[in-house]
């Protein structure tokens, strides 16, 4: 059976960016196709400077939201990274197998560097070595497929990279897995800045949905996105990027095409209101489920503790074969 791995990171509330680019697509497909483990990649969120209290609140918040969402723990494995020692085992063998040219050319990392620099902080060695843990999350569990919004396609190709350089010099270790891309939503833009990637750890900002912004709240933000100077609805990314993200969304929420929905729009207004009302309506099942999971943290708990067992049962072989192999003495 396909196996499939997939995380989000504790650095913010998420945004209808990560529910389209990846979280909806889990819901409604992946979990039911393959073995799929979804994680709270706790350890990706201490990369950059954190306050404690948050992160571990964010943690907690993100597993109940992808519970509300629709993961279902019946059918595939929900569970948070630290809770499972294999990732950080996993990741300073792959350290060893990468050099850091490669880490340095990873465009996220030279944006965060840059963003930390400007602030006048340090840089933490873990910004830089964060790829190798991604690759460790994702090669521990034989994973075949990754589904991602397609910011992350440059560590999964790294990933694979370093899967192919370690079973060449060591002997076969590790599936050599693929990224998987949505069709549509695989890249959502802030609402205020068509030409930056809507992330949660972004400055707050009006251009960006979180998926707990109250209704009202999101008709504002969609109401008040940047759009173009022309005045028709076209779907053309380059030109109109604004537009285009609008109609990116709306499809998003619709399941239709971007560009036949812009041919029934011949106002911003419109397009923006439709898109908007949307937005609330496919969030609104989430958040109800979501007010209910935070009356019952304990089941939430649970399904954290079921998940990491399950987790580290199939992660261990793995990176037990893969210490053997690099050329360590195993236990007695
Ligand atoms: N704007 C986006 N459009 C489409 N997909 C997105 N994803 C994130 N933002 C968008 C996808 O959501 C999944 C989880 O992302 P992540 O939490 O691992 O980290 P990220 O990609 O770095 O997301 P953020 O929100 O931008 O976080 P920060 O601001 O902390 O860097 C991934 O599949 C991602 O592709």
Not at 8 to 29: D, E, F, Q, S
Not at 37 to 64: G, I, K, M, N, Y
Not at 221 to 231: E, F, I, L, Q
Request: net charge neutral; aromatic share 6%.
């Amino acid at each position: 059976m396909t196996r499939i791995f997939s995380g989000i990171k504790p650095t913010g509330h998420l945004t209808l960016g990560n529910y389209l680019g990846a979280v909806r697509r889990w819901v409604k497909t992946d979990q039911h196709r393959a073995d799929a483990l979804f994680c709270v990649v706790d350890l990706h969120a201490l990369t950059e400077d954190h306050d404690l209290a948050r992160v571990r609140r964010l943690s907690r918040q993100a597993a109940s939201l992808l519970l509300a969402a629709g993961l279902d723990p019946t059918v595939c494995t929900v569970f948070v990274q630290s809770h499972v020692d294999e990732h950080t085992r996993l990741a300073y063998v792959l350290e060893c197998t990468a050099t850091d040219g490669e880490m340095r050319r990873m465009i996220q990392y030279r944006e965060k560097e840059a963003q930390e620099r400007a602030r006048g902080r340090s840089v933490r060695l873990s910004l830089l070595t964060y790829p190798v843990l991604m690759a460790a999350d994702i090669l521990a569990y034989g994973t075949d497929e990754v589904p991602v919004g397609d910011d992350q396609a440059q560590h999964v190709e790294l990933t694979r990279d370093l899967a192919v350089r370690f079973n060449q010099r060591y002997g076969h270790t590790f599936t050599v897995p693929r990224a998987v891309h949505p069709e549509v939503g695989a890249r959502v833009m802030n609402l205020q800045e068509p030409g930056s990637k809507m992330g949660k750890s972004d400055d707050a900002g009006p251009g960006i949905v979180y998926l707990l912004d109250e209704p009202d709240v999101i008709r504002k933000k969609v109401m008040r996105a940047v759009t173009d100077s022309g005045r028709e609805v076209e779907y053309d990314r380059g030109a109109r990027p604004g537009v285009a993200n609008l109609l990116d969304i709306l499809a998003g929420c619709t399941g239709e095409e971007p560009s036949v929905l812009a041919e029934g729009y011949d106002s911003y207004g419109a397009l923006k209101k439709d898109t908007a009302e949307a937005v609330v309506e496919a969030l609104r099942p989430l958040r109800q489920r979501h007010a209910e999971l935070c009356t019952d943290l304990g089941y939430v708990d649970g399904v954290l503790r079921a998940g990491a067992e399950r987790a580290r049962g199939l992660a261990r072989p793995t990176v037990d074969a893969a210490y053997r192999a690099i050329g360590l003495l195993p236990a007695g």
